[in-house]
């Protein structure tokens, strides 16, 4: 007689870990979402900026002063994500994040199609920026989150994602700039299709996350909090590894920002063959973290990014003395390569110390994001001097800092890879 009740609470166990493992998934791919629009809208904006300049009538330095209202807004982003996961929980607080980045996508177009005007474009990028950063700061933390719950090793995978969705907008952008597509429809389909798939990715984030942002916890002295986020400035390991996300950061930023229109300005490519030369160092991207993360467990950190300064830098000497267009896209394909892996280990090796993770990887990333900051304006005004091939030799030496400094990412012994 009591098999039947046996049987029945078998089911609902079967049931329950069922459910269970489709929310972990749900979570898993809502993080996955995240990723693919941020890179979605990223790109999107990346590989219009040779009909931006035209459009605007911009040279090389302005643009590059156009490009710094994106990256400001960024760091503001960053630098608020915490406070608005902590008030409004993930859930909201990415549909604010994403709402912010659709506005501003929204409001370039405009700038650029309906109202020419290149201040309004550069408080668009800012708006934008601001959505942005604040996101990939959200769904770090969320992606972090669902791999400690499902116990596998996931966030090489949700950056590829990323870079999958860099791909696709860049193919969009391509396309629209064939068809002659202006700027703002394209930019409004982009925000449209951003906001639509992060209202319903949202929905499978789980709530107690949310719960678990507003709990109560015991407050740390504010100055207490700054002597220890300071103090993790004074380690010369944690600087190097630093340095090695400073110049793999720089290396994808500059081909974000410039990579179009050094492919236009350089070598004479048209605005769509510059758009798609974007999207060839995009995939490589993609293709490098997918493989990834396989070789860095079987060869470990240092030689893995030695290996993908080396190919980096030959990349890069290969785009810029380029004598044809063939060859300009198998340097194109070397850079993305070589810069794929830099910012993912570079945070990796931050948080092996995990008494001062949250600081370590705040530092490092403060570091990587300058370069984001600084990067853009800094290219633009070397490029207006001597050309904007000539000013990516910048680049190529950051590079060569970063695989100098591949030791300091070796993890300590205790430190799982």
Request: proline fraction near 4%; charge should be positive.
């Amino acid at each position: 007689m009591n098999t039947p009740a046996k049987s029945t609470a078998d089911t609902f166990v079967t049931v329950g870990r069922a459910t269970a493992r489709a929310g972990l998934i749900g979570w898993r791919n809502a993080v996955f979402a995240a990723f693919f629009v941020s890179g979605l809208g990223l790109a999107s904006w990346m590989s219009r900026v040779p009909t931006v300049r035209d459009g605007l009538g911009l040279d090389t330095a302005q643009v590059g002063i156009l490009i710094f209202g994106l990256s400001a807004g960024s760091v503001v982003g960053l630098l608020i994500a915490a406070g608005l996961l902590a008030r409004f929980g993930a859930r909201r607080a990415m549909l604010v994040s994403i709402s912010l980045s659709a506005t501003g996508l929204v409001f370039m177009g405009v700038g650029v199609s309906l109202t020419p005007s290149a201040p309004f474009v550069f408080a668009a990028l800012a708006v934008f920026g601001v959505g942005m950063g604040s996101l990939d700061v959200m769904m770090n933390v969320e992606g972090a989150a669902a791999e400690r719950a499902i116990g596998r090793t996931l966030m090489p995978i949700m950056h590829a994602c990323f870079s999958l969705g860099t791909v696709v907008g860049a193919l969009g952008g391509a396309a629209a700039s064939a068809l002659e597509i202006a700027v703002f429809w394209h930019l409004l389909v982009m925000a449209a299709l951003a906001l639509g798939t992060i209202f319903v990715a949202v929905r499978f984030l789980p709530a107690a996350i949310e719960i678990d942002t507003k709990a109560d916890a015991p407050r740390v002295p504010w100055r207490e909090r700054l002597r220890d986020s300071l103090a993790v400035w004074r380690d010369r390991k944690l600087l190097l590894i630093g340095l090695i996300v400073l110049g793999m950061t720089f290396a994808e930023g500059s081909a974000n920002d410039w990579l179009a229109l050094a492919s236009v300005d350089g070598h004479g490519l048209s605005n769509t063959d510059g758009a798609i030369v974007f999207g060839v160092f995009v995939a490589a991207m993609t293709v490098g973290r997918v493989i990834g993360g396989p070789l860095l467990d079987r060869f470990g950190r240092v030689l893995v990014l030695r290996a993908c300064a080396a190919i980096g830098i030959a990349g890069l000497v290969l785009f810029i003395l380029a004598p044809n267009t063939p060859l300009v896209y198998v340097g194109t394909i070397l850079w993305g390569i070589g810069a794929s892996l830099g910012f993912p280990v570079g945070m990796s090796a931050a948080a092996d110390d995990t008494k001062n993770a949250a600081a370590r990887v705040s530092a490092v990333a403060i570091i990587g994001y300058g370069a984001f900051l600084v990067g853009p304006p800094v290219l633009g005004l070397l490029g207006e001097a001597g050309g904007i091939l000539n000013a990516l030799y910048l680049v190529l030496m950051l590079m060569v800092l970063a695989g100098l400094a591949a030791p300091a990412a070796r993890p300590a012994v205790s430190a799982r890879r």
